[in-house]
């Protein structure tokens, strides 16, 4: 009888992880929450197991010494070809235990990895144009800008970052990486990863960001190894980059010219336009990468930061290398209460084999060209502002000025003053600017243009992020 009960309270066990397994299947995989409880549950039902086993061991023990002392021989005899099938189900009752344990465990093993993290965004965006007749006349365009898709988290100790974006007219990965953190400063990245340069995250406030956007010295993503330092006092970068992200000259792409951030493609001869596709393609090759910054905590509510930064590489036409490049780049921050200044200066030069009339460059579904070599001034300011407007949290005033000279050729200077706000309110961000410039592009001009007239832009970018 009490073997019975005995079988029937393993049976009891084995019930509620298996009603536990079911209902995790059901609801999906084993969340962290649940991982101190998984483990407890583990615990009891194995020291339960060993307890029963013991009781069992006792009562066999018990009901063999009654066998031979008892005078019911009768009774013992009938009871004796129970014993084999009690055993054989003890047996399989605990295996069938063990093996739920384990599954438990694999469950818990599979929860302490946190999971990657699904993102992105979706935007749109209004434009009024002073330089475009149409756009003027309408009282401006309201057009589809992004939708966008991030991937970020860890599996084990393997970190992945990745970014791909669509827009009306094409689409483009921004960044695809894989990482390890050394220990809690040494961080490794291999992929799409970011080319450590001046002012980080971005040397800019707006939307359009600044000028050295688009010689390809901001945000810009290439396909290389990076290795990354941070503590309290000191940021240090170095990179190598195999190519750019699509590839080079001889990449897997449809269009060179469809990317996020501009990169060098080809070299404008004297008888192409600006925007004309390159006969010469090229594409940058075995580039190496650097930045250092030293910060400061100067006060509770203030900090300076100042940093140098460096690249140098090849230039490759699919065949041989045709060219060098080099840009360098000083920075500083200083940030006190709400408000921050920054400024940069960048200077860069792209010394080729044969004569050119400047470098080609693409993105957003169509060529450009920039100077071989200029020099580029950046300051900025901003202002954060906490607000309480029905969703509104933040309100964030700026004023980015960039100036673009020395360009060979004697070209006239590219100037842009970008004057917005930042509105924060929930998972929207919206930023207001006022564009003015000349000799800019996504103002009416290009880097090589040779205009003294001052263009006008007025853009709303509004943005869910998720």
């Given at each position: 009888?009490?073997k ?32 101190e ?55 399989s ?33 209004y ?44 689409e ?12 809690e ?12 340069f ?30 990354r ?28 010219e ?36 030293r ?41 006190i ?6 400024g ?10 044969m004569?050119?009339?400047?470098i ?107």
């Amino acid at each position: 009888m009490k073997k019975n009960v005995l079988a029937l309270t393993i049976g009891a066990l084995l019930s509620a992880p298996q009603a536990f397994a079911q209902d995790s299947q059901t609801q999906g995989e084993v969340t962290a929450a649940q991982v101190e409880q998984l483990l407890e549950q583990m615990q009891q039902l194995q020291q339960r197991v060993a307890e029963l086993e013991q009781q069992l061991a006792q009562q066999q023990a018990g009901a063999e010494t009654n066998e031979e002392t008892s005078e019911e021989t009768t009774a013992v005899v009938a009871a004796e070809p129970l014993k084999e099938p009690v055993a054989r189900q003890r047996n399989s009752n605990n295996r069938e235990l063990r093996a739920r344990i384990e599954r438990l465990e694999e469950d818990v093993d599979a929860a302490q990895n946190a999971p990657i993290e699904i993102g992105g965004a979706v935007r749109a965006q209004y434009v009024w144009e002073d330089y475009n007749d149409g756009n003027k006349d309408r009282g401006g365009d309201l057009d589809f800008d992004l939708l966008r898709i991030d991937f970020r988290g860890e599996i084990g100790d393997v970190i992945l970052s990745a970014q791909y974006r669509w827009f009306q007219y094409m689409e483009s990965v921004q960044h695809a990486w894989v990482g390890y953190n050394f220990d809690e400063n040494w961080q490794g990245q291999l992929g799409i990863t970011k080319v450590p340069f001046g002012v980080t995250p971005y040397n800019s406030n707006s939307y359009f960001f600044s000028t050295n956007f688009y010689v390809g010295l901001e945000d810009d993503h290439d396909a290389g190894v990076k290795l990354r330092y941070r503590d309290p006092e000191w940021d240090f970068d170095i990179a190598f980059f195999k190519n750019d992200e699509s590839g080079g000259v001889d990449g897997f792409t449809s269009a060179r010219e469809d990317r996020y951030a501009y990169d060098p493609l080809g070299v404008r001869l004297s008888d192409e336009g600006i925007y004309d596709t390159p006969t010469l393609q090229v594409a940058e090759a075995n580039s190496f990468a650097t930045r250092v910054a030293r910060k400061y905590a100067l006060s509770d509510d203030s900090s300076f930061e100042w940093g140098l930064s460096g690249q140098f590489g090849q230039m490759n036409d699919g065949v041989d290398n045709v060219g060098d490049r080099y840009a360098l780049a000083a920075h500083g921050v200083y940030s006190i209460d709400r408000w921050t200044f920054t400024g940069q200066f960048t200077q860069y030069e792209y010394d080729m084999d044969m004569a050119n009339e400047g470098i080609v460059v693409g993105a957003y579904a169509f060529y450009d060209t920039i100077p071989a070599e200029a020099d580029l001034y950046n300051f900025n300011v901003s202002y954060s502002l906490p607000v309480q407007l029905g969703p509104i949290t933040n309100l964030t005033f700026y004023n980015d000025y960039n100036l673009m000279t020395n360009k060979t050729g004697n070209l006239e200077d590219t100037v842009m003053n970008v004057l917005g706000v930042a509105v924060s309110a929930g998972g929207l961000y919206t930023y207001f600017d006022l564009v003015t410039a000349k000799n800019q592009p996504f103002a009416g001009g290009t880097l090589a243009g040779n205009s003294s007239d001052y263009n006008t832009r007025f853009n709303i970018n509004i943005g869910y992020y998720f």
